[in-house]
């Protein structure tokens, strides 16, 4: 099996372990963990649509999780 193969295994685990999330904050981590796993393995698999997919919901997943941010 090739590198590339195992990036793209970890960001569909990351994308399975969404689904087990019980906190929303840790759903939004795990999302951007899978965005930038997919990102990665778009690139390196020359794969545009995933690479544009995955670049257009980083900053999604950020701005969700800065408005869940904990109050100080």
Do not use: T
């Not at 793209?8 to 796993?37: D, T």
């Not at 990665?40 to 997919?53: D, K, N, T």
Request: aromatic share 10%.
């Amino acid at each position: 099996m090739r590198w590339i193969d195992l990036l793209g295994f970890a960001a569909a685990a990351a994308v399975l372990a969404r689904f087990c999330m019980n906190s929303i904050r840790h759903l939004r981590l795990a999302s951007l963990a899978s965005n930038v796993l997919f990102v990665l393995y778009g690139v390196s698999a020359h794969l545009y649509p995933v690479v544009i997919l995955h670049l257009i919901l980083v900053p999604i997943n950020l701005q969700k999780l800065y408005r869940i941010r904990p109050e100080a």
